[in-house]
């Protein structure tokens, strides 16, 4: 299972379930990448507002502000917010609008 | 070639605007007006003053004190949105008697409306924005030449909407191609009518397209962006089924953090909802 979080809420132990990628495509952060609290801050500076993490890992119960959901509802959710919204973002702010569809999104079709 | 303007200046629902705010406006703009000109104006109609105090006292204002007379009302908020808020009432009520149609719902647009209106006010106060007057009202008209072309073109604009919303189309371009105006133009030739402040007729010309205003760019940018997230969060409906593309100026003008909008979106539910009753039962 996967959970998408706010990079606000990494803990030291979470694993990325997504590779973290930037707005051209280029990745950030692999799969598998084991994080610390310290990401927090690096996210922040690179204006990702959220992260899919690794869910069934015992490290991440910590956090209550995790929701879990299937990989398939967050891309089924990504899927319809495609459709929804047609621009790409130019920066950080519109980055995050589409992060809050999607996860508008997944709690309905999960 | 229809002349809108003369189309929307003859129509019986949408032409005035009731006294009181034109005495108010008239008032308002003298400079040796007193708060007791206000006052004296607002408490001639005491519907209207039961109205204005329970929404100053709702959660669309969020005042900690409680506020029980219109010359309390005019201390704690000012004369503008005094008046904004004797504004608000008779843009709910152009809404109301909007006849229903087959193809758009009406009430939709309210709610959209509203959230609008909440949300412009809630950025601006994650922006810190020290005169928060007008941004409520300024979400609340935004879209108001929808409404004037509901009245002048009722089943021919409603069913425009639920084509483009069908068809996922921008619905500028539709208007252009199909009506020869937008909802923005039919918008000016209202305020134009009912002589709004300039304010507000900037936002309701430039609402979606902040690069050409010359004025107002943080209210207009926060109606914008409040347009936006009523959108992504579905409350009510606009007549168009895709999220508004913001202005790349958009957010030079509203000095946010990263996570601010996130965290703006837990906010905005519950005074929306009570706003939707409390202004649901006031436009009865």
Redesign the interface.
């Known amino acids: 299972m996967a959970s998408i979080i706010?990079s606000?809420c990494i803990k030291d132990g979470m694993i990325l379930h997504d590779p973290v990628i930037n707005k051209n495509g280029q990745v950030l952060l692999g799969a598998g990448k084991v994080l610390s609290v310290s990401f927090q801050r690096i996210l922040?500076l690179w204006?990702i507002?959220?992260i899919v993490i690794e869910s069934d890992d015992q490290s991440n119960e910590s956090s209550k502000e995790k929701i879990t959901y299937s990989v398939e509802a967050i891309e089924l959710a990504k899927t319809i917010v495609e459709?929804?919204?047609?621009?790409k973002p130019?920066?950080?702010?519109?980055q995050?609008?589409i992060?809050?569809?999607i996860s508008?999104y997944v709690k309905e079709v999960a | 070639m229809i002349n809108y303007e003369d189309l929307i200046a003859n129509n019986l629902t949408i032409q005035t605007l009731p006294t009181i705010f034109t005495q108010l406006n008239d008032t308002i703009s003298n400079p040796l007006s007193t708060i007791q000109d206000v006052v004296n104006i607002i408490n001639k109609d005491q519907t209207s003053v039961a109205t204005i105090i329970k929404i100053i006292n709702s959660p669309i204002y969020g005042l900690v004190t409680r506020v029980d007379t219109v010359s309390n009302a005019v201390f704690y908020l000012g004369f503008n949105e005094v008046r904004n808020v004797i504004l608000s009432l008779s843009v709910l009520n152009l809404f109301k008697n909007t006849k229903a149609l087959n193809y758009f719902n009406i009430v939709d647009l309210w709610k959209h409306s509203i959230a609008t209106a909440v949300i412009s006010r809630l950025i601006a106060q994650k922006c810190r924005i020290t005169n928060l007057e007008n941004y409520f009202i300024a979400g609340l008209i935004h879209d108001i030449g929808k409404v004037v072309l509901l009245n002048i073109l009722p089943e021919e604009y409603a069913k425009m909407l639920k084509y483009v919303t069908d068809n996922?189309f921008e619905l500028k371009d539709v208007e252009r191609q199909k009506l020869g105006i937008t909802h923005e133009i039919a918008g000016e030739y209202l305020s134009k009518l009912w002589r709004l402040p300039e304010s507000l007729k900037c936002v309701i010309k430039y609402h979606s397209s902040l690069e050409f205003s010359t004025e107002y760019p943080q209210l207009i940018a926060s109606v914008q962006l409040a347009d936006?997230?009523a959108?992504?969060?579905?409350l009510g409906n606009s007549g168009r089924?895709?999220?508004p593309?913001?202005d790349?100026i958009l957010?030079e003008y509203l000095p946010?953090s990263?996570?601010d909008?996130?965290r703006l979106?837990s906010e905005i539910t519950p005074i929306y909802s009570e706003s939707i009753s409390i202004l649901h039962m006031e436009s009865k």
Do not use: M
């Not at chain 1, 130019?90 to 519109?94: I, L, P, S």
């Not at chain 2, 959108?231 to 579905?234: E, F, G, M, S, V």
């Open positions: 706010s606000e922040k204006g507002a959220t459709q929804k919204i047609k621009w130019y920066n950080t702010f519109e995050e609008l992060d809050i569809a508008i | 996922n936006i997230l959108h992504i969060l579905r089924y895709n999220v593309c913001p790349q957010w946010l990263q996570g909008l996130t979106i």
